[in-house]
């Protein structure tokens, strides 16, 4: 079956922006509605480049929301600096579409600003069990990406430290990621402690 024509879209917005991907995962039967979700996977060059992932798939679907009205179209990003090795590489593939099917799977959006915890660490992000979901913080990076359909919202899921979530308690979403711009590189992990 070929993909919806938003899929299309953001596959093409996606491929404008950052190129031909490098390799790419599928993730079959998710949770309905999602029949199918990838994760397109851009390598990094070299150890000040990043690792970048994002999906398409979750833009299918309005995401449920909590009063009952369609809760947008989003797709997730995750950047991770430095070359990784084919292990990490899946495994945050695997997190990432995990992620993705989380507005289905608890019957509730996600977008800017919220944090999502984990059982267990990231790959490749020790000490980090939660990731907050950040807006561009560039010029270069886009807020949303236009289709035929409506905007598909992009949001980036940066890994944050136990620490870091407790800040984030404490502020306004837009003060805390600021203030976690200003203290760090979000594509790496946390310092530790």
């Known amino acids: 079956m070929p993909a919806p024509p938003i899929l299309r879209d953001v596959f093409h917005a996606l491929r404008a922006e950052w190129g031909p991907e490098d390799d790419g995962l599928t993730f079959d039967e998710g949770p309905p509605p ?47 600096r430095g070359p990784l090795g084919p292990g990490d590489e899946h495994a945050l593939a695997v997190r990432l579409a995990n992620l993705a099917a989380y507005p289905w799977t608890r019957g509730e959006p996600l977008g800017w600003g919220e944090m999502v915890g984990f ?11 939660r990731v907050f979901l950040a807006g561009p913080w560039t010029r270069e990076q886009p807020a949303t990406v ?42 790496a992990p946390p310092p530790r402690h």
């Open 34 to 80: 999602l029949e199918r979700l990838d994760v397109m996977l851009y390598r990094a060059g070299g150890p000040a480049d990043v690792t970048a992932f994002a999906t398409i798939g979750m833009a299918a679907h309005p995401m449920p929301s909590r009063d009952g009205a369609p809760g947008g179209r989003a797709e997730l990003r995750l950047l991770r």
């Open 119 to 129: 059982d267990d660490d990231l790959p490749a992000f020790p000490g980090c069990r």
């Open 146 to 187: 236009p289709t035929g359909v409506e905007p598909v919202r992009v949001l980036t899921a940066v890994p944050i430290s136990e620490a870091e979530r407790e800040a984030a308690l404490a502020a306004r979403p837009e003060d805390f990621f600021a203030s976690l711009l200003d203290t760090r590189d979000v594509c």
